[in-house]
């Protein structure tokens, strides 16, 4: 008797459902399908971006120990070396995070050359570049050398290509909602077009969007929903460019991260054209009254100014901040120098920033890879592993209880304390003007 390939549907190819579709093809004897709304990698993914952080310096050992074994790869396999620069990284930080970051290394004898830099001694380094740099609020500066940043849709796009090239099928298509079987198991998809998609197991890798989608499908199942486990949040990332002389400053500076509340957020490492890329360090939702349910819940606005990249004008709220952001991490430096695009990016964010990464306990057949927090990316290498590990069912416990539906281990403590929520999208937008003209 012949017996079937297993099937695995996954639906989402951002960097969770792509990781995943990559390591289940590699390990074979799976038929691996991969849905997403766009070619890849989708400018709507949050995983779509210029470029990402990647560090390993987690004070939570769970994290720091899959990172041990990312960043290794991140610096040596030819499918992500191309797109890593360890350029290092900088972050001011008033907690005590600089400590236990420099713990974590020595108490997992990882080899790391962290330091604590004067403030004075991170003005004068890098040519000057952060000479007017706002620091009020701390004496010294953590400094990171063997840390960097990734070219996030380039790297993405790589790992759906080598997961296609080994006989993925990747299937352009939107969600309309799950199938159920006659005993309430999930069966398969059904895609807008009226195309129906079946497997044995079925993986919602989908970001913000999971909580809608679980709800569309199956409105008068409520054990399904999410509920509070997954919150759909938005954050805000800008570009500016440098030029001439103050190109030739910025050529050298690290990543730096600016923690302190003035500043809250994150500058990248100039990009050979001069690009540089900024995050604030926020997140917000949008709740909406949800038609198929009648309940309010926090979903990604589907329109494409919500969602990727725009031009030199926003929404008033986040331009004030940006340009907060922006000069209190570079100081006059960049006073003058004009913001060109600005792009919410949206990502599911549980209460604790923990990863959701499970079978769901009340639906056969059916497993979510979730809650990437706004720190997902950078585990890119290494969580498909963790992913196909659970559907397989030999996840290590440590692992599949923290990231349960019902989460059964930790310490409550945040994996990501610096996105915290400052509002509702449509409270801040009528925060001025709205829209800027």
């Known amino acids: 008797m012949i017996m079937a390939t297993p099937s695995v549907l996954i639906i989402g190819a951002g960097n969770f459902g792509a990781a995943t579709a990559l390591t289940l093809i590699k390990r074979g004897g799976i038929r691996v399908t991969l849905v997403d709304s766009a070619a890849f990698p989708n400018p709507r993914a949050a995983s779509h971006d210029i470029n990402?952080?990647?560090?390993?310096?987690?004070?939570?050992?769970?994290?720091?120990?899959?990172?041990?074994?990312?960043m290794p790869l991140w610096r040596e396999d030819k499918l992500y070396r191309p797109w890593y620069h360890e350029v290092g990284m900088l972050r001011a930080d008033s907690t005590s995070f600089a400590e236990e970051s420099i713990s974590s290394y020595?108490?997992?004898?990882?080899?790391?050359?962290?330091?604590?830099?004067?403030?004075?001694?991170?003005?004068?380094?890098?040519n000057g570049a952060l000479a007017t740099a706002d620091f009020d609020g701390v004496e010294q500066v953590l400094f990171n050398p063997s840390v960097g940043f990734a070219e996030a849709d380039k790297a993405l796009g790589a790992v759906v290509q080598a997961a296609v090239d080994l006989g993925v099928s990747y299937v352009v298509g939107e969600l309309e909602k799950l199938e159920f079987a006659e005993d309430g198991g999930c069966s398969g998809v059904t895609l807008k077009d009226g195309k129906k998609l079946r497997a044995d197991q079925i993986l919602l890798a989908t970001g913000a969007r999971t909580?809608?989608?679980?709800?569309?499908?199956?409105p008068q199942r409520k054990e399904l929903h999410a509920g509070d486990r997954l919150l759909a949040t938005g954050a805000v990332s800008f570009y500016a460019k440098l030029e001439g002389?103050?190109?030739?400053?910025?050529?050298?500076?690290?990543?730096?991260?600016?923690?302190?509340?003035?500043?809250?957020?994150?500058g990248m490492s100039m990009l050979p054209n001069g690009t540089i890329k900024f995050n604030c360090d926020l997140c917000f939702t949008n709740y909406q009254k949800f038609p198929a349910t009648g309940e309010v819940m926090s979903t990604v606005p589907s329109q494409a100014m919500y969602n990727t990249w725009t031009g030199p004008r926003f929404i008033e709220f986040f331009e004030k901040r940006a340009r907060r952001t922006m000069n209190g991490l570079y100081g006059k430096e960049v006073e003058n120098i004009k913001i060109e695009a600005y792009r919410m990016c949206w990502d599911a964010s549980t209460p604790t920033h923990d990863f959701l990464v499970t079978p769901h306990p009340q639906c056969d057949g059916l497993y979510i890879a979730t809650g990437g927090s706004f720190h997902g990316w950078k585990f890119l290498p290494v969580i498909g592993e963790y992913i196909a590990d659970m559907l397989q069912g030999t996840l290590d416990s440590d692992f599949a209880e923290r990231w349960a539906w019902d989460k059964k281990s930790g310490d409550g403590r945040?994996?990501?304390?610096?996105?915290?929520?400052?509002?509702?999208?449509?409270?801040?937008?009528?925060?001025?003007?709205?829209?800027?003209?």
């Open 106 to 126: 020595r108490d997992m004898g990882i080899s790391n050359d962290s330091e604590l830099l004067p403030v004075e001694e991170v003005r004068r380094r890098w």
């Open 52 to 70: 990402k952080i990647v560090r390993d310096d987690y004070p939570d050992r769970l994290y720091m120990r899959m990172l041990a074994k990312a």
């Open 211 to 218: 909580s809608a989608i679980l709800a569309q499908s199956a």
């Open 414 to 437: 945040s994996a990501n304390p610096t996105y915290q929520i400052v509002g509702d999208l449509e409270e801040l937008s009528r925060q001025g003007r709205g829209w800027a003209n």
């Open 245 to 266: 002389e103050q190109q030739k400053k910025f050529s050298s500076i690290p990543v730096l991260k600016n923690c302190l509340p003035q500043v809250k957020g994150e």
